[in-house]
């Protein structure tokens, strides 16, 4: 129903979409997730002093390469992101359950003709396609909001603010609505929307004009005297 396209004057069916689900048990650290850019420094120190090393073996170089990997091996245990005592880095796999599905959705129907694709500039909007009125474009809101909704009464899940798709769009989108909202959480819920945002490396401040982060700024220090009374009378420990 997201797809709000009609072909040959009626809606689209999932007889008419062309997809495959790939299931994958295993997911590695990336170089946008936040264990990896907050372990970047570390990592740019043990590859300076590796490549110093190498050039004192080399005889390009002179240096006492014993103390060079004691630093090395300090490092590493510095870095603040570990997995099974190894500083996490990209291409590392993540420990735990990763089992995940990807949905892969042709940009045409069925029969090749038709244009279905979800990245459609078009949202749900209404055209002139043979002097007929006609809906076009994905509409990933409803998509989103739809999807949440099932889950969550199929499975019984509990959403979270922070697991929210609106909560992340205003995040990106409308900052101020998003920390308003989030302040006017219950004690136990702003809690744990604040411990799924640091698990998730969500950032507090998003990347806004300067204007608007002065703003949100001020809003977060009034949030982060709310949370802390929050945090100091919930069970769930940050």
Do not use: C, W
């Not at 689209?12 to 420094?41: C, L, M, S």
């Not at 490092?75 to 500083?87: I, S, T, Y």
């Amino acid at each position: 129903a997201s797809f709000n396209r009609e072909i040959k004057g009626r809606p689209v069916n999932i007889d008419d979409i062309k997809y495959y689900a790939k299931i994958e048990h295993q997911r590695t650290f990336k170089g946008t997730d936040f264990q990896v850019k907050e372990n970047q420094p570390y990592a740019t120190k043990i590859l300076q002093l590796k490549t110093e090393i190498r050039n004192i073996q080399e005889g390009r170089a002179e240096g006492n390469i014993k103390r060079m990997k004691k630093q090395i091996a300090k490092l590493e245990r510095q870095a603040p992101h570990q997995q099974n005592g190894k500083r996490i880095v990209q291409g590392m796999q993540k420990d735990g359950n990763q089992s995940h599905i990807h949905i892969i959705v042709s940009r045409k129907d069925a029969s090749n003709r038709f244009s279905l694709s979800p990245g459609s500039k078009y949202k749900a909007s209404d055209v002139k396609l043979n002097g007929q009125t006609v809906k076009r474009g994905f509409d990933r809101d409803k998509f989103f909001k739809n999807a949440e909704k099932t889950f969550d009464k199929t499975f019984g899940y509990k959403r979270n603010f922070a697991e929210t798709y609106k909560a992340r769009k205003d995040f990106v989108k409308n900052p101020n609505l998003y920390f308003a909202a989030l302040m006017k959480l219950p004690a136990n819920e702003k809690a744990l929307a604040f411990k799924m945002i640091a698990k998730t490396g969500l950032p507090i401040v998003p990347n806004i004009p300067v204007s608007q982060t002065q703003i949100a700024l001020r809003v977060l220090k009034r949030l982060r005297r709310g949370a802390e009374i929050a945090l100091k009378s919930s069970s769930i420990g940050i």
